[in-house]
């Protein structure tokens, strides 16, 4: 996902990791009720800490102390708040190894994947919009009065970010690093099952010189603290980062109460491998499209296209290459596939495979669970399963990859299109004039061409369709954190 030059992975411990409180108002606290949330290590089962399970009272606490804290951020210089972005950025490359263990721990993500991707996308993404908070400006406009006519760009205030399990890290500087040089407070709910690189962030703000107030984290259960949070009236903007299902929710409660939201939802990519590409690329971007993070990431290409000359050859070599690709201890350097992050995830994993035997599915390779304690699913691929199968249309969630054969262009467009998902799409072609014409064609807020997974901090990325609506990334997610004002003085 980043450019980084890979470097060899240093061995870590599995950290212990201390009981958690909510930070609120740059204090460490418990639940109102004492509520608790056990946390699992998804690759050994255990049971490795607890983390305070806020309840509507915390969530209003840490709304009231956004609120306190919002006018003095706001009215703060821009520099300054870039300054202090950057210390955020600068102690997360400091504390790097601890952010490390912790993600990786929480969520079984590989330590491989966890240092190059989580915490470099994280610790850049509070560098980047550091360097753009200086930017943020409104313009003079000729108009018909006698006046000077200008727009202001102002903070929209207190925001309420609600991140999934699958990034935790990168999801939750995605939000809160352009919302902060915005001049906006926050309160962040991480999910239920992987909130402690978040809470760990915490420390880092208030070391970086962060306000109290001007970050809140609360630990809790979506459909209490999650909805504590969006109902709640103290909140002037919604950042929903989760399943379709519940960003359906998160959004009618947002126009009911007509509270701007942007919506990272669900994806169901589908990666086009044409006749003229080059198989090595091929290969390697469509393995890594649906391992990577062990098949949970959203923008995952979890759908093969390939082109009916092609078909058997991808799937011989597929067959032959991803047995081999390194699954185990996510403390394991070597590893590239961890663990599901929780049992339901690997239930609902291996349901699709189920289904898709039940509906003469060609089980390639896999089908099966590790022989190994966590909640492994073997990388599994199915060839021959009709386009109207659940197991192609729905979001699947794990290391499972369906591959489909076409014949035309046209044809794979209209494949790659067919889902109610716009997130992601890829294809792999040597032919420059078709990757354009293609990319145009494609429904997705992104198109890879020749490799997968390439975020970058500058590059916008969104859905369309099911798959929600606004930017992250880029300048333009400084539009979601800011609104615009018109002043027009009368010269007359
Ligand atoms: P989820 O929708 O179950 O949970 C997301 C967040 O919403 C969590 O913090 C959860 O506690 C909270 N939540 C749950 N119920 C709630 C409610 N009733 N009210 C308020 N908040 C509630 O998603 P998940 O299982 O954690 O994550 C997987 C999903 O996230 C997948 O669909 C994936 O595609 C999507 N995702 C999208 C993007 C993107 O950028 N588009 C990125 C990562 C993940």
Redesign the pocket.
Known sequence: MTATEHLAEPTLARPAIAARQLFIGGRWVEAVDGGRTEIVDPSTTEVITTVAEAGAADIDAAVQAARAAAPAWAALPARERARILNRVSLLMRERADELVATESIDVGKPVSLCRPVDVTTAANQYEYYAGLAQAIEGSTRSTDFPALAYTLREPVGVVAA??????PLI?SS?KLAPALAAGNTVVH??????PLSALLMGEIFAEAGVPDGVVNIVS????V???A??NHSGIDKIA????????R??AA?AGEALVPIT?????NAAQIIFEDADLDKAIGSAIKAFVFNTG????AGPRLLVHSSLYETVLGILSQAVPGVPLGDPFDPETVIGPMAAEQ?RTKAEGFIAQARAEGGRIVTGGGRPDLPGYFVEPTVIADLPNDSRVVQD?V?GPLLTVQPFDTEEEAIAMANSTAYG?ASGLVTENVARAHRVAAQLDAGIVWVNDWAMLDPTMP???VKS??HGR?YGPEALDAYTRTKSVLVSLA
């Not at 609600?162 to 990034?167: D, E, L, V, W």
Request: aromatic share 12%; charged share 10%; net charge negative.
């Open positions: 609600i991140t999934p399990f699958n990034f999801l995605t709910k991480p999910a239920d099952i992987a809790g259960l979506g459909p603290a999650g909805d949070l969006l929903f980062t989760g399943s379709t299902a519940v960003g929710h998160a409660v919506l990272e939802l669900g994806g949970q990431f959203c923008m995830h979001e969630f997130l990325f969104g859905g798959s929600g992250e």
